[in-house]
């Protein structure tokens, strides 16, 4: 039947524009189409493939059947009710019961088999011993004690499991104490230490027989095996191994059981060389890999548990204490380094094959990645160490150095060489620069001076041929060495400098000779370094200064203390109180004598170790200090005697005859002096009278007005001469 289309019949009987319809004109239509469609139905069923009826009359009797079937069901659950339920609960009592008898038939089998299992282990402990076998035996009490520490609900509660445990204990520390005392016997050492030496003695009867090997495994079963080897590895660490490596030391093979070490003592901090340490651990691990190479459980040799024990440590200790002081400090002996690193790489394959070092884990070639780094740190250390020992040596060993005169310019033949720029140049830098940076005067120096400067000289050279990260480290080393110098040099030469007039002036003439070297040292090591590019700026010029500062210190040091004993003669003398006294004593020309002597001792060890023209500046310096002293006394008082006037007058008369033999050139001392000429006219002025003081004032104009100011002339006057009328007429000729 083709499906029905409802809305088209609406549409049909219900007008949609017809606003005016009733029901009962509707009626018929719908009946009419009711009608309609049961015959359409009935020809439908007619014409189909199922039996309506059949299926009707079958769902029926399947009904009928659902119902009966109900019934049943209804009647089996009540005979459920009544019945079976009542036999379920009586089944579940009885199970329960089982159950309980079920546990506690299980809770006394565990018991028993916990006591089957330790009489079990008892006898295997018992066949063990009987066997002589320290395994078995070690093994059987292990798993006894292991087995008992969880045992079964209500074995601990019997007497039996404390018997049990406690002979277990005892049993097992019995064996473990005869393990102790057999791996005593099979392995001891010994180290006994006397007056210059320490004797170390290891005695090793380990050998694979069957016994050694049961003992070695029963200790390994009771983990006490790892304990004995970290003693023992402990011990050849510290008491063997580094003591090769920092002393000298005699390995050597008694018998095939016993090794003795002899480590000297006698020669402190004074490292064996490294072929000397390298055949001496060969000795002592072929001796321990000769007795030690037992396998015992799985491929484990003792052996190797002492290898992984100490191989990190050993390379460490190996590299630092060692291998590293094998790198060279100079380049020549750093391009033939590949011989020891040969030795070095044999060696390591043979503690590869001792088991000490597993082959694919530990190099002792590893420092050799920062062999640079190595090279400028070692070489930087000796440098410096030789730079302080040369700084440690007596500075009064000395050695003439310099030029006697500064050479006048010439035009030179280079001139013609150069075109008009250049010699234009030259001559504005020759005009510009003085001479004298670069020549150093005539004087004397000590010979460590010279050998630091060699030294210095000697790292340039190495610098420039090597690597720019060790070219960098070696100039700040350089540069290092002059700081060490400022700090070095005047505290261990403290006392001498303080004292000795001749170490003075050797320090201050190095200091200046060093400084003038640094001047140009810096250019010296760019002009090496041509074609090459840095990152650092290279010069030298920032320590020219401190270095001259530090002579400068020095040296104005004990020229104040040499003022200061010059003082303090004259003013613990009578000059010092010419005011209370009529006649000066004797100690008045001691003191100028002993200051003279003073002064001739300095000439006699200064003249020809200064420069002659430092010399000379020096002397009348302190000549200049000792003269104004002497003047000052006199100008100072306010009343002079005849007799004392004359006392001085002889005594500075003297000042002026020794005075002048203090220089190289007795000329020196009216040119450098300024108060010579002072003296001289106050010489005269003790000596003369107002009529020659008058001329030698001459209007303001003569000698005396040039030299002493007017205050200084009056009171002179008022002191040696009675106030008479020519004297107040003089007077009021000096205003």
């Known amino acids: 039947m083709s499906d029905y289309n409802i809305d088209e019949l609406i549409k049909t009987v219900f007008d949609i524009r017809d606003a005016n319809w009733k029901p009962t004109d509707k009626i018929p239509l719908i009946n009419k189409e009711i009608e309609q469609l049961k015959s359409d139905l009935k020809t439908y069923l007619n014409n189909s493939d199922y039996d309506v009826t059949g299926i009707l009359k079958e769902s029926k009797e399947l009904c009928e059947e659902s119902k009966r079937l109900t019934e049943d069901m209804r009647t089996c659950q009540q005979e459920i009710e009544e019945e079976t339920m009542a036999e379920i609960v009586k089944s579940i009592e009885n199970h329960d019961a089982l159950v309980k008898e079920l546990e506690c038939i299980n809770f006394a089998i565990n018991i028993v088999f916990d006591v089957v299992q330790c009489g079990k282990y008892v006898k295997e402990f018992d066949d063990g011993r009987d066997a002589q076998s320290f395994t078995r035996a070690v093994e059987a009490v292990s798993d006894l004690i292991e087995f008992i520490e969880n045992p079964a609900d209500g074995f601990q509660h019997l007497g039996l499991y404390h018997n049990t445990k406690h002979a277990a204990q005892l049993i097992l520390d019995s064996l473990l104490n005869d393990l102790s005392t057999e791996w005593s016997r099979l392995a001891h050492w010994s180290s006994k230490m006397c007056t210059k030496k320490t004797v170390v003695t290891i005695v090793l009867n380990l050998d694979d027989s069957m016994a050694v090997i049961d003992i070695l495994s029963a200790l ?72 030690l190479n037992i396998e015992f459980c799985r491929g484990n040799t003792l052996m190797a548990m002492i290898g992984k024990q100490i191989s990190a440590e050993f390379k460490e200790t190996l590299i630092k204490e060692v291998l590293i002081d094998t790198i060279p400090n100079n380049i020549n002996e750093l391009q033939t380094y590949g011989r020891i690193t040969a030795e070095i790489e044999d060696f390591q394959h043979f503690l590869a094959l001792v088991k000490i070092f597993p082959e694919d884990k530990f190099s002792i070639l590893d420092y050799i990645d920062d062999i640079d780094i190595l090279f400028a740190s070692k070489s930087s250390q000796y440098h410096l160490e030789t730079a302080r020992n040369i700084m440690l040596k007596d500075l009064s060993v000395t050695m003439s150095i310099g030029v006697e005169t500064i050479p006048e310019d010439d035009e030179l033949s280079i001139s013609n060489l150069m075109d008009d720029g250049a010699e234009e140049a030259l001559k504005i830098l020759d005009k510009t620069i003085p001479k004298s940076l670069f020549f150093f005067p005539r004087c004397m120096i000590s010979k460590t001076a010279q050998e630091l400067l060699d030294l210095v000289y000697v790292m340039m050279e190495q610098a420039v041929q090597c690597s720019d990260l060790v070219c960098k480290r070696l100039y700040y080393t350089t540069r290092l060495v002059f700081e060490l110098y400022d700090a070095v040099v005047p505290y261990h030469h403290e006392k001498y400098l303080q004292t000795i007039p001749h170490y003075v002036a050797l320090f201050h003439n190095n200091c200046m000779y060093l400084a003038h070297n640094l001047q140009t040292f810096g250019d010296k090591w760019l002009i090496l370094m041509e074609g090459r590019e840095v990152d650092y700026a290279i010069s030298f010029v920032d320590l020219v200064q401190k270095l001259r500062d530090l002579g400068y210190k020095h ?27 009529d006649v000066l ?13 003073q002064l001739h001792l300095l000439r006699n060890v200064w003249i020809g170790v200064f420069p002659n023209n430092v010399f000379t500046r020096l002397m009348a310096t302190l000549v200049n200090m000792f003269v104004d002293e002497l003047i000052h006394r ?17 005594m500075y008369t003297l000042v002026m005859y020794k005075a002048p033999h203090l220089f190289q050139d007795a000329g020196d001392v009216q040119k450098h002096v300024k108060t010579w000429v002072k003296l001289q006219e106050l010489i005269f002025v003790l000596g003369g009278s107002l009529k020659d003081i008058e001329s030698h004032w001459g209007e303001g104009q003569g000698p005396l007005a040039r030299h002493f100011r007017t205050d200084e002339l009056r009171n002179l006057i008022k002191a040696l001469f009675q106030n008479t009328q020519l004297r107040a007429n003089l007077l009021a000729k000096i205003k």
């Open 220 to 291: 390994n079963k009771s983990k006490k095996l790892q304990e004995k080897i970290n003693l023992f590895s402990e011990f050849l660490m510290k008491e063997v191994l580094v003591p090769i490596m920092l002393f000298d030391c005699t390995v050597y093979a008694e018998t095939d059981v016993l090794m003795t070490l002899t480590i000297n003592h006698a020669k402190q901090n004074c490292k064996p060389p490294y072929d000397a340490v390298i055949a001496n651990l060969r000795l002592l691990f072929h001796y321990l890999s000769n007795k």
């Open 555 to 581: 040296m104005t040091a004990h020229m104040q203390q040499q003022r200061k004993q010059i003082l303090d003669n004259i003013r613990s003398s009578d000059l010092n109180c010419i005011v209370v006294k």
């Open 585 to 597: 004593g004797e100690n008045a020309e001691a003191a100028i004598r002993q200051c003279l002597r």
């Open 634 to 650: 006199v100008c100072t008082v306010e009343d002079i005697s005849a007799e004392m006037a004359q006392q001085l007058s002889d």
